[in-house]
Nanobody
Framework: VQLQASGGGLVQPGGSLTLSCAASGSIFSINAMGWYRQAPGKQREPVATIFKDGNTNYSDSVKGRFTISRDNAKKTAYLQMNSLKPEDTAVYYC????????????????WGQGTQVTVSS
């Protein structure tokens, strides 16, 4: 199982970006998919999570500006980021907390490779 994150880049303050996280491999179902970020000199922090039933959680710092969604058929999660601020600059990582493989095994904690988001004028 692999997670491929994409969509990062350089954007001006107030701009928007959409990140994608595609899971590949022998996967029957995925529980929660989430996004974390790590700014230089800081610890990795959770940004948003979406559960299999569609329920979502957001950190206070992004609530109202970011929207997480998922397409279960495509095994892909998205993070729509609006009204971006310089303090949103970080490497964004996608995460799957648990999944069931195609041969029925429960596996935990997969991470994508990270995608850089830079908000600067």
């Amino acid at each position: 199982v692999q997670l491929q994150a994409s969509g990062g880049g350089l954007v001006q303050p107030g701009g928007s970006l959409t990140l994608s996280c595609a899971a590949s491999g022998s996967i029957f179902s995925i529980n929660a998919m989430g996004w974390y970020r790590q700014a230089p000199g800081k610890q990795r922090e959770p940004v948003a999570t979406i559960f299999k039933d569609g329920n979502t959680n957001y950190s206070d710092s992004v609530k109202g500006r970011f929207t997480i969604s998922r397409d279960n058929a495509k095994k892909t999660a998205y993070l729509q980021m609006n009204s971006l601020k310089p303090e949103d600059t970080a490497v964004y990582y996608c995460n799957v907390d648990s999944l069931i493989t195609g041969w029925g095994q429960l596996e935990y904690d997969y991470w994508g490779q990270g995608t850089q988001v830079t908000v600067s004028s």
